[in-house]
């Protein structure tokens, strides 16, 4: 009778340690479940905060791309008008050394007058182009000013993605650091 109570203590013993031994593997194969379902959704939002970051990277560099070219048009037209004004300077000068000869033709006065004409014609093309590149002006002033606007919205909007993504990085390699451990 002693040697059925042994085996059966043994075998009660061994019966138990099986059964623990299955209740680990269990709960381990749940916590690798979970930790790749953790992983998995790190994963997921990481790769949204890229997608995010780089639609409004695009953005700036659009937004940068459309200010570069406003500043390039204003400049062209700040060149336009110095050749017309410059233009406008010798024609003065032109008419005022013939106004200034006491001996002048009629010729030369007749050129004096067509040239004052022409002073007059140009004196008002040049003011209707003033006022058409002062409102063209205004436009670009206030479209700059929303780019720049967007532009330091978009910054601060990188700047919280970047943050989000490296406090995902950060959770990602904890989570790496908990998968290793089990």
């Known amino acids: 009778p002693q040697p059925t109570k042994k085996n059966n203590s043994l075998v009660g013993i061994l019966l138990v340690a099986l059964l623990a031994a299955i209740g680990y593997i269990i709960y381990d194969k749940t916590q690798d479940k979970k930790v790749d379902v953790l992983s998995q959704k790190k994963d997921e939002v990481i790769q949204n905060l890229d997608s995010a970051k780089t639609e409004l990277q695009l953005m700036f560099d659009d937004a940068s791309s459309r200010i570069d070219s406003i500043s ?40 004096a007058k067509d040239m004052i004409s022409q002073l007059n014609g140009k004196i008002d093309d040049l003011f209707v182009e003033v006022a058409k590149l002062k409102g063209e002006n205004e436009k670009l002033t206030g479209e700059n000013v929303a780019l720049s606007n967007e532009k330091n919205s978009l910054i601060g909007e990188k700047k919280n993605l970047e943050t989000d993504l490296a406090t995902k990085e950060s959770e990602n390699a904890n989570l790496n650091e908990k998968v290793d451990v089990a």
């Open 72 to 111: 390039t048009t204003n400049v062209q037209l700040q060149g336009d008008l110095a050749t017309r004004n410059a233009e406008i300077v010798k024609m003065k000068q032109s008419i005022g050394s013939i106004l200034k000869k006491k001996n002048a033709t009629d010729q030369e006065l007749k050129d």
